[in-house]
């Protein structure tokens, strides 16, 4: 089912999925929360399985303690964190341990359920001249994000890897400016997403979509700030360059097994390969105009090339997920991203053989990034033809915005 071009909100539509009376809260945000609550009370009593490694990092950073500092990453290559997280993390640090965690756990939470509105607003905005159904537009950031929930609580509670949490929340802040043509905020969040977690290389390819001025001035931006947050660490202490070759087992249930990859550690070409692959196939998605799967392609490498099978890396994809289903397509049901969360997660709880789930997320990896690059595409009415790589630009339309859009 798709939604139509011209449907606006019909009897009863605005109260059912509008705002709740005269609060500035949508029906659909709340059953969100709600959602988010049960999830986090799941995780929670087991939760933040590594915040260690953050609490660590940001002591050994502030904390002038022999070994830190500047010397972080040459003495602790182990610590495959960015320096930005390592800053927010420190805002946690004065509070008792389990009080800390607990903050931080909500606060990652609460980022989840933020980044819900902004794929909406996103959504409704490069839609907008294009008789996009506001109702549908909500029906779809619901059942989507429903899907999307169970996984970002698994990053932000269960594992409670900030790390992760802001490069996946400063890539959604770039696509949201991307969306609104603000150049120089989409290099400064792909930037902070970068300086965050370096694999969030892999989602640069959403500069591209700017017009090129506009992109290069974003693309400075990228360059500067990354280069501002990582050179210290590397021109003060050389032996920071061996960090980018630590190596992690390579667990039977990854998908380099299928690949004939049986090396019991990371080979040394697999981070390198990930990333490429990645900014390739979202470089791709661009030249296509499908750039809001930039995120699931980059996503997709990962899991397809990474040597471990932590079901916190599908954060990352029900990311994806969520911009392609909400902003990529226009399909009432975000069948998608609920492909992704039963393959992937429920393989995880459900399927006890090691190659079994491995062959799972090999056909998810590559049976998504096939779709989302090739699968026919409706063009909304209402629109220009793209002339370039760009974002569709669509007519100004003098309809007012009906009570039930995202904006």
């Not at 004065?94 to 959504?123: D, H, I, K």
């Not at 890897?161 to 120089?184: E, I, M, S």
């Not at 911009?323 to 039963?342: K, N, T, Y």
């Amino acid at each position: 089912m798709r939604d139509g071009d011209t449907a606006g909100p019909g009897p009863g539509q605005e109260a059912g999925l509008g705002r709740i009376g005269r609060l500035p809260v949508r029906w659909h945000h709340a059953l969100l929360t709600a959602w988010t609550v049960i999830w986090f009370c799941a995780a929670e009593r087991h939760g933040a399985v590594s915040w260690h490694y953050l609490a660590t990092g940001q002591e050994l950073l502030f904390g002038h303690i022999p070994g830190g500092g500047l010397a972080l990453y040459a003495n602790h290559p182990e610590l495959q964190i960015g320096p930005v997280s390592f800053l927010v993390a420190a805002v946690f640090a004065p509070f008792p341990t389990g009080l800390g965690e607990n903050l931080a756990e909500a606060f990652m939470s609460g980022l989840g359920l933020y980044m819900l509105v902004l794929v909406g607003r996103s959504a409704a905005d490069h839609y907008a001249g294009t008789g996009m159904n506001h109702r549908r537009l909500q029906q779809r950031v619901l059942t989507a994000g429903a899907a999307f929930i169970p996984m970002w609580v698994e990053v932000s509670v269960r594992f409670a890897h900030l790390d992760d949490v802001l490069a996946l929340f400063f890539t959604t802040l770039a696509v949201r400016a991307l969306v609104r043509g603000n150049a120089t905020a989409v290099g400064v969040c792909m930037a902070l997403a970068v300086d965050s977690k370096p694999w969030a290389v892999g989602f640069l390819p959403l500069v591209m979509v700017l017009p090129r001025p506009a992109a290069l001035r974003a693309c400075g931006w990228v360059v500067g700030l990354v280069a501002a947050a990582w050179l210290p660490f590397y021109l003060t202490h050389g032996d920071t360059l061996a960090a980018a070759h630590f190596t992690i087992p390579n667990q039977p249930a990854s998908s380099l097994r299928w690949f004939g990859v049986n090396d019991p550690t990371t080979p040394w070409w697999d981070r390198p390969v990930q990333m490429a692959l990645g900014a390739g196939l979202g470089a791709l998605a661009v030249r296509r105009h499908r750039w809001p799967a930039v995120v699931l392609l980059a996503a997709d490498a990962r899991i397809l090339l990474d040597p471990s099978v932590y079901t916190y890396y599908n954060a990352s994809v029900l990311l994806g997920t969520l911009l392609w289903d909400v902003i990529g397509q226009r399909r009432l049901v975000p069948w998608v991203s609920w492909i992704a969360l039963v393959s992937l997660y429920g393989s995880a709880l459900l399927v006890p053989s090691d190659a079994a789930r491995g062959l799972i997320r090999l056909a998810f990896g590559v049976g998504s990034a096939a779709y989302v690059l090739w699968w026919p595409q409706r063009k909304p009415r209402g629109t220009r033809r793209p002339t370039g790589p760009g974002p569709r630009m669509p007519r100004p339309r003098p309809t007012r915005v009906t009570a039930t859009s995202e904006r």
